[in-house]
T-cell receptor
Framework: GAVVSQHPSWVICKSGTSVKIECRSL??????MFWYRQFPKQSLMLMAT?????????EQGVEKDKFLINHASLTLSTLTVTSAHPEDSSFYIC????????????????FGPGTRLTVL | LAKTTQPISMDSYEGQEVNITCSHN???????ITWYQQFPSQGPRFIIQ???TKVTNEVASLFIPADRKSSTLSLPRVSLSDTAVYYC??????????????FGKGTMLLVSP
C-alpha cells in the first residue's frame, strides 16, 4: 500500500517554543491531507483538512493561529504548533488522500505513523 | 449525533474467530464503510472497505446487510498480535462528495493466550 511518513516521530520541547511536524506522501500525490490529534486512551480527533495550494479548513474549536498548516506541494503538508504549552502534548497523526491516479487505492486515506509531542 | 457505534471492548483467545459489529443507522447512499486497526503509538492501518454485501481480503471479511445500517468485521483465527483498537468509519469517498473521516471510540480487542 501507499506510504505516508511523518517527521519527527517524537519531539520534546520547552513551553513557548514552536514545533513543526512534516507529513509526506512518499509514492502518491495527495492534494488533500488531514491532521488528527489523539490524547491517551482516546480516539483520533480531526483538527484540520490541508488542501494543496489553498488555506486549510479547521474543525470547530481548533485555533488556526496556533496550529499553522501549510500544504505547499502535492506530497508535503506541515503542521506548526506555535507557542506550545503542556496541554498541547499529544500524538499528532496525519493522513493523505490518494488523488494521484485512479486505481484500487484511489481516494483511499493512508495514515502516517504519528508524532509524539511532549511540551515541558 | 455519532455516525458509528461499536462495543468499547472485546476479549478473545488465540485461534478464535472474532466478529466486531458496528452500527451506522444514518449511513448515506454514497457512504462506504471502512475499518482501521490501530496499535498504541502508531497511526491507523487500513483493514478493509466495502459498500454492500460481503468483502474479503487476506486479513479479514466485512459483512454488510442489505439495509447497510450495520456492518461486521470478521477476523479469522486471531493471534496475540491482533490485540489493538479497531475503528469503523463511514464516509463518502467519491470525488464530488468526499467526506472527512470521523473516528468514533473504537473497539479495544484483547487477545489472550
Amino acid at each position: 500500500g501507499a506510504v505516508v511518513s511523518q517527521h519527527p516521530s517524537w519531539v520534546i520541547c520547552k513551553s513557548g517554543t514552536s514545533v513543526k511536524i512534516e507529513c509526506r506522501s512518499l509514492d502518491f500525490q495527495a492534494t488533500t491531507m488531514f491532521w488528527y490529534r489523539q490524547f491517551p486512551k482516546q480516539s483520533l480527533m480531526l483538527m484540520a483538512t490541508s488542501n494543496e495550494g489553498s488555506k486549510a479548513t479547521y474543525e470547530q474549536g481548533v485555533e488556526k493561529d496556533k496550529f499553522l498548516i501549510n500544504h505547499a506541494s502535492l506530497t508535503l503538508s506541515t503542521l506548526t504548533v506555535t507557542s506550545a504549552h503542556p496541554e498541547d502534548s499529544s500524538f499528532y497523526i496525519c493522513s493523505a488522500r490518494n488523488t494521484g491516479t485512479s486505481g484500487s487505492s484511489y481516494n483511499e486515506q493512508f495514515f502516517g505513523p504519528g508524532t509524539r509531542l511532549t511540551v515541558l | 449525533l455519532a455516525k458509528t457505534t461499536q462495543p468499547i471492548s472485546m476479549d478473545s483467545y488465540e485461534g478464535q474467530e472474532v466478529n466486531i459489529t458496528c452500527s451506522h443507522n444514518n449511513i448515506a447512499t454514497n457512504d462506504y464503510i471502512t475499518w482501521y486497526q490501530q496499535f498504541p503509538s502508531q497511526g491507523p492501518r487500513f483493514i478493509i472497505q466495502g459498500y454492500k454485501t460481503k468483502v474479503t481480503n487476506e486479513v479479514a471479511s466485512l459483512f454488510i446487510p442489505a439495509d447497510r445500517k450495520s456492518s461486521t468485521l470478521s477476523l479469522p483465527r486471531v493471534s496475540l498480535s491482533d490485540t489493538a483498537v479497531y475503528y469503523c468509519l463511514v464516509g463518502d469517498i467519491s470525488d464530488s462528495g468526499y467526506s472527512t473521516l470521523t473516528f468514533g471510540k473504537g473497539t479495544m480487542l484483547l487477545v489472550s493466550p
